[in-house]
């Protein structure tokens, strides 16, 4: 992880910047008037960094199960359900 001095006047004209490039690792040290006020940095640990990710893809994942039962396209009469198509 990467910790950059910035100043305080930098850390307000740029703090989009600064919370883009958290999110990537990076953690800032503010300085005012060469004194060190504040820090800036990530809020995840390296345990829990996917973990919402898992549990969106577990959320996701349960959406697509496949059964030939259930299959719109198996079903009899399925022309029905796609419609008429042009030769």
């Given at each position: 992880m990467n910790t950059v001095k910035?100043?305080?006047t930098h850390a307000r004209n740029n703090f989009f910047e600064l919370l883009e490039r958290?999110?990537?690792?990076?953690?800032?040290?503010?300085?005012k008037d060469r004194k060190v006020v504040a820090q800036i940095v990530p809020h995840f640990t390296e345990k829990n960094k996917n973990k919402g990710l898992l549990k969106a893809l577990d959320?996701?994942?349960k959406g697509f199960t496949y059964s030939k039962k259930n299959n719109p396209l198996r079903r009899p009469?399925?022309?029905d359900f796609l419609g008429r198509w042009e030769r």
């Open positions: 910035v100043s305080a958290v999110t990537f690792g990076e953690s800032f040290i503010i300085e959320k996701a994942a009469g399925a022309t």
